[in-house]
C-alpha cells in the first residue's frame, strides 16, 4: 500500500520533522511511502467562480480553471492508498495553505458530486466522465503542531479536508506547545503511532477505523459544535452537520439525534447527494436568473457604480 505524506510547515521544521517520523513507522510497517513538502508547489487560492460544481452538474466534468501544479499534487493523492497531513497551527486553526487546499479540494473532490457526475457521464454520450480514482476509498490522519495553547480550531479545519472526498480519517491529533516537538519523545511516539495505523488503516480498507480521542459527536467523533440563539440546547454539528441537541449525563457532555438525522451528514453519500441535488437545483437557478431583466438592470446598474479602486503596486501605470 501506498503512504503519502505531506507537510505545509517550512523546511525542515517540525512538520517536516514529524511527517517523516510518521512514514518511517509506516514504512516500517510494510508501507511503500513518499514525502512532499508543498510549498516547493505552486498551488493557488480558489477564486470561487463554481466552474468545477457547475461543470460536474452539467456534464462538463471534473474541471478547474486555476492552472497551477494541484492537479499533478492531487493525482499523486488520488494513486495513494493513505494520506497524511502534517499542518502548522495558525490562529488556532489550519494555516493558509491548508485552506487552499481545502477549497481546492471543494465540490471538484466531492464523492458525492462526483458520483453524479459519473452517472450522467453514463447516460450522456456527450457528457465527460470523471476520473474514477475520485471514488476510490481512502484512508488520511492529520496532526496539527502548535507553538502555544492557542489550538482549538485545528482538529476541526483538518475535518473539512477529509469531508469532500469522503476519505476515512483514522487519527486527527494536535500538539498544543510543541515548539520543540522533536525534543519530546512521548510526542515522537505518539506521531509513529499515528504512522503505525494509518498504514495498518490503508492495508485493509474495511477493518480500518477511527483510533483516536471519542469526541463528542458519535458519529463523527466532533468537538466544535454550532449553537442557535437563546438558552436552547439545540446543536448542530459543525464537522458532519448532524443536527441535535447537547445534553449532559452524569457529568459528560454528549451529542444526541434522532436516528434519521444521520443519512443528512455531509461526510457520508446519503446526505452528499442531498447536497448535490441542493447545488443541482441552486445552480440551475442562478443560471436562469440571469436571462431575466431585474437580473440585467441590476447587473448595469452595478456597473455604473463609479468607485475608486486602489490598485496593486504591480498593477499601477
Same mark, same amino acid.
Given at each position: 500500500?501506498?503512504?503519502?505524506?505531506?507537510?505545509?510547515?517550512? $523546511?525542515?521544521?517540525?512538520?517536516?520533522?514529524? @511527517?517523516?517520523?510518521?512514514?518511517? %513507522?509506516?514504512?516500517?510497517?510494510?508501507?511503500?511511502?513518499?514525502?512532499?513538502?508543498?510549498?516547493?508547489?505552486?498551488?493557488?487560492?480558489?477564486?470561487?467562480?463554481?466552474?468545477?460544481? $457547475?461543470?460536474?452538474?452539467?456534464?462538463?466534468?471534473?474541471?478547474?480553471?486555476?492552472?497551477?501544479?494541484?492537479?499533478?499534487?492531487?493525482?499523486?493523492?488520488?494513486?495513494?492508498?493513505?494520506?497524511?497531513?502534517?499542518?502548522?497551527?495558525?490562529?488556532?486553526?489550519?494555516?493558509?495553505?491548508?485552506?487552499?487546499?481545502?477549497?481546492?479540494?471543494?465540490?471538484?473532490?466531492?464523492?458525492?458530486?462526483?458520483?453524479?457526475?459519473?452517472?450522467?457521464?453514463?447516460?450522456?454520450?456527450?457528457?465527460?466522465?470523471?476520473?474514477?480514482?475520485?471514488?476510490?476509498?481512502?484512508?488520511?490522519?492529520?496532526?496539527?503542531?502548535?507553538?502555544?495553547?492557542? %489550538?482549538?480550531?485545528?482538529?476541526?479545519?483538518?475535518?473539512?479536508?477529509?469531508?469532500?472526498?469522503?476519505?476515512?480519517?483514522?487519527?486527527?491529533?494536535?500538539?498544543?506547545?510543541?515548539?520543540?516537538?522533536?525534543?519530546?519523545?512521548?510526542?515522537?511516539?505518539?506521531?509513529?503511532?499515528?504512522?503505525?495505523?494509518? %498504514?495498518?488503516?490503508?492495508?485493509?480498507?474495511?477493518?480500518?477505523?477511527?483510533?483516536?480521542?471519542?469526541?463528542? @459527536?458519535?458519529?463523527?467523533?466532533?468537538?466544535?459544535?454550532?449553537?442557535?440563539?437563546?438558552?436552547?440546547?439545540? %446543536?448542530?454539528?459543525?464537522?458532519?452537520?448532524?443536527?441535535?441537541?447537547?445534553?449532559?449525563?452524569?457529568?459528560?457532555?454528549?451529542?444526541?439525534?434522532?436516528?434519521?438525522?444521520?443519512?443528512?451528514?455531509?461526510?457520508?453519500?446519503?446526505?452528499?447527494?442531498?447536497?448535490?441535488?441542493?447545488?443541482?437545483?441552486?445552480?440551475?437557478?442562478?443560471?436562469?436568473?440571469?436571462?431575466?431583466?431585474?437580473?440585467?438592470?441590476?447587473?448595469? $446598474?452595478?456597473?455604473?457604480?463609479?468607485?475608486?479602486?486602489?490598485?496593486?503596486?504591480?498593477?499601477?501605470?
Amino acid at each position: 500500500m501506498k503512504i503519502v505524506g505531506v507537510s505545509l510547515g517550512t $523546511r525542515n521544521g517540525s512538520n517536516d520533522a514529524m @511527517c517523516k517520523e510518521a512514514l518511517i %513507522a509506516a514504512q516500517e510497517a510494510g508501507a511503500e511511502v513518499s514525502f512532499i513538502h508543498l510549498h516547493d508547489w505552486d498551488i493557488q487560492y480558489c477564486t470561487g467562480c463554481v466552474a468545477c460544481s $457547475r461543470g460536474l452538474v452539467m456534464g462538463k466534468g471534473n474541471i478547474c480553471t486555476r492552472k497551477d501544479e494541484f492537479d499533478e499534487f492531487r493525482s499523486i493523492l488520488l494513486d495513494a492508498d493513505g494520506v497524511l497531513v502534517v499542518d502548522p497551527i495558525f490562529e488556532k486553526g489550519g494555516s493558509a495553505l491548508f485552506h487552499s487546499l481545502m477549497d481546492r479540494f471543494g465540490p471538484r473532490m466531492d464523492r458525492g458530486m462526483n458520483v453524479v457526475a459519473t452517472k450522467i457521464a453514463e447516460n450522456d454520450p456527450n457528457a465527460k466522465p470523471v476520473d474514477p480514482r475520485l471514488l476510490k476509498d481512502k484512508v488520511i490522519s492529520f496532526i496539527g503542531i502548535g507553538g502555544s495553547d492557542w %489550538a482549538t480550531a485545528i482538529e476541526y479545519d483538518h475535518t473539512m479536508l477529509a469531508l469532500s472526498p469522503g476519505w476515512k480519517i483514522i487519527d486527527n491529533e494536535k500538539f498544543a506547545w510543541s515548539k520543540n516537538i522533536i525534543m519530546e519523545d512521548e510526542k515522537v511516539e505518539r506521531v509513529r503511532e499515528i504512522g503505525r495505523n494509518l %498504514a495498518a488503516a490503508a492495508a485493509d480498507y474495511e477493518k480500518a477505523e477511527w483510533k483516536g480521542d471519542a469526541g463528542i @459527536c458519535p458519529h463523527c467523533h466532533s468537538k466544535n459544535f454550532y449553537f442557535g440563539e437563546g438558552d436552547s440546547n439545540a %446543536a448542530v454539528c459543525m464537522t458532519c452537520g448532524i443536527e441535535g441537541k447537547i445534553e449532559v449525563e452524569n457529568g459528560k457532555v454528549k451529542f444526541v439525534f434522532p436516528p434519521e438525522n444521520e443519512s443528512h451528514a455531509h461526510d457520508i453519500l446519503s446526505g452528499k447527494f442531498i447536497h448535490a441535488d441542493d447545488i443541482k437545483e441552486n445552480e440551475g437557478k442562478a443560471i436562469a436568473n440571469r436571462s431575466t431583466e431585474k437580473y440585467k438592470a441590476s447587473a448595469e $446598474r452595478i456597473k455604473s457604480y463609479n468607485l475608486p479602486e486602489i490598485l496593486p503596486p504591480s498593477k499601477r501605470a
